[in-house]
């Protein structure tokens, strides 16, 4: 049995161990897909823009969602609902709420390890559920921000992520809803899902001072939580 191999490979095997070849290699990769990180007592760091879904519904409680089921559409991210209406020949675009979602398995963590969502930039304000249970949130579009999931999510099983983001006008908010730019709504920068030490470093401040042609004086000072 003669078939030429995704990876380059054009050698003649056995139908039987081609097939084989092939399940196995799909369950690493199913592997992989569900189990991002490993049991080790160190911070692991894993993008997760792939496969979300997106529903444009400003439904205002989570427990709303149960009664949607067709309308999500898949996206990847960083993602905007204003890509297109903010840029047209029609004045005014979409100052809303929408909902995004996600699955994801976490293995069993055995060395008291915290479990952090970290958003680099959502679009106005957002709240985070876990499932099923508001994990946190955050006002303003423009810094990024982590989520602690660790008391939220359950282990060696899947686990339900649920996003509502609101760029709606809100003049307590800054910036100014009268700003020369436009307030895109949305998930707009990368998402990461973080593993880390019990002990770990969780903010660093630096600040150089006294600074001569001949030296520089550094400081440097860290937050360590659960120390």
Avoid: C
């Amino acid at each position: 049995y003669h078939n030429p191999k995704k990876w380059g490979v054009s050698e003649s095997f056995p139908a039987g161990d081609y097939y084989f070849m092939e399940s196995v290699q799909k369950l690493v990769d199913l592997d992989k897909i569900r189990s991002p990180f490993v049991d080790l007592d160190e911070r692991q760091v894993v993008n997760i823009n792939q496969g979300w879904g997106y529903l444009e519904n400003n439904f205002s409680n989570l427990s709303d969602l149960k009664f949607i089921s067709d309308e999500w559409k898949s996206i990847n991210l960083p993602h905007t609902w204003n890509a297109f209406d903010a840029v047209d020949a029609t004045p005014g675009y979409r100052r809303d709420a929408s909902w995004y979602k996600k699955t994801i398995f976490l293995p069993e963590l055995t060395k008291g390890q915290e479990v952090l969502l970290s958003f680099e930039g959502v679009n106005l304000t957002s709240d985070v559920y876990i499932n099923g249970k508001r994990a946190g949130g955050y006002v303003g579009g423009y810094l990024g921000f982590d989520v602690n999931i660790t008391d939220y999510v359950r282990y060696d099983q899947e686990n339900e992520i649920y996003i509502r983001v609101d760029n709606s006008v809100n003049p307590t908010i800054v910036p100014s809803q009268k700003a020369d730019f436009f307030i895109y709504g949305g998930i707009t920068r990368d998402v990461f899902l973080k593993l880390v030490p019990a002990v770990s470093i969780s903010d660093m401040d630096v600040n150089i001072s006294k600074v001569s042609k001949s030296s520089a004086r550094t400081e440097v000072v860290l937050s360590v939580d659960n120390t």
